[in-house]
RNA sequence: GCGGAGGUAGCUCAGCUGGUAGAGCGUCGGGUUGUGGUCCCGAAUGUCGCGGGUUCGAACCCCGUCCUUCGCCCCA
């Protein structure tokens, strides 16, 4: 029985240069929260299992996590979502924090789920949230920084579509316009939630199968089918144009046009599932066709924070995995070329050169560089292959000559050009070089979008 | 839970209607002593996913099983 080398089912291992790839994403992510004045914060892989059960789902517990008996006989399951967790920290300190709170956080998440493409069983997700603000300019900051995210990776804005809604103002709609009941109504939203998925005619048999006769007769389901066809605030019945919940969406939608995120759109078939949004709604979706589906979103939850006892605290994020993440950025092409951390693979020219080169290597790596040496031993050219294959940007030349001299060849393997200097003036090249960051190749300046330069 | 496709050298795959394996890339070495990504020469490497069956003989046929992958269901 020889051991696999394959990783658990679903779950990826991380070589240099997919962590690498990890770390430009992240490190996006990191630098646009920040710039937001957003916190990051961690907490525990693992939770009691009821954390996951406040929304009342225990199919999901069932199938589809990983849930198991701690040696204390405690029910304890490996977080399949981080809001949960942000809910009961933020409840921990109701009293003490600082609001508006704006944290943000990377977990890795595990979901007991067939694999398919764009879902595995660990992932990571970012996630930023805003807590203790009411007023639509929450709203507005998240979808502000969602967008700016997507641009921050060189994302034009006709690769993406920003879809809204508001789930108070469609609860409304379905109860006081369309006449039906909560339970009706939620049937409808799960399936209004699918529509893009299902041929028409089975929408509309499904969705009269829901209406009682006196409903049908009373033109429900005209009405209902009306009410998706509108794309604009505007063409809701006038009746409920003064609905606070409009007024507000229309408010955002304004803010976002201000704002100068032209691709933002309403979306009144936009749901997000069945879960515990109270108003605003969104969705990103790449709109290649290839990739027509929603890559992430989120909404307001103003609910969560009060279900650990305390004052509710309203609460507006969003959360996106990376897997669909890099599928966007793969498919647009708009991953960059990225390189090692190691600045210079040093080459040693002629033989027992390992130990003579030591203190360049201790000047370099003290003025800040990160060095690799080639301590084979080997021709130069197997040298300069490993640095080339390694992703190296710089090889640096280190023999007899230029211990003597003081002066190094530096190589630049990408480009295949080559110069000579001191040690100073090399670390500072290779400063310069790694400040400049590795760009992707589709990213250009793009003058209606990037807010952060 | 359901359905499609597939598992052959490190990787991508070929292998016609059964006669115990190949290519490209990669790896390693060399093309004489201080330079890669193009060139030339040479070398290593596979229990053909696993188990069983049919057969004189199976990578190829049959059964089972495991795994990968795509889709459906679901999706926090």
Redesign the pocket.
Known sequence: M?LST?P???ARDFYPEDKRLQKYMFGKLREVSERFGYQEIDAPILEPTEL?LS?G?QE??DE??YTFTDRGGRSVTIR??M?PTVSRMVAARRQELAYPVRWYDIPNLW?????????LREFWQYNADIFGVEGVEADHEIVVLADQIMQSYGAKRDMYTICLSSRKMVDELFTQYLGLDNTQKDTLI?LV??IK?LPYESFVAQADAILTPSQRDAGVLDKLLALLKVTKLQQLPADFASQPAVVRLQQLMAMLESSRVANAVFDISLM????YYTDMVFEVFDTDPENNRAMFGGGRYDGLVGLFGVEPVPTVGF?MGDVTLQNFLESHELLPKLHSETDAYV?L??DDMYEKAQPVLSELRRMGLNIAVDSTG?????Q??????QGIHY?L??????LASGQF?L????????ETHGLERIVSIAKDRRRAGDVPARAEDDEDGDLLG
């Open positions: 020889t394959q658990y089912k679903g996951f929304k789902n999901i517990i589809q996590t399949t979502e809001t979901r007991y789920e067939r694999t398919q493409r764009g879902r799960r939630d699918r998925k997000r599932g069945f879960d959360a080459v020219v002629g080997r021709k130069l050219e197997k300069i292959k490993t640095a080339v294959k090889a030349f280190v023999g007899e000559t230029e060849k190589r630049n393997l990408a480009a295949g050009t080559e």
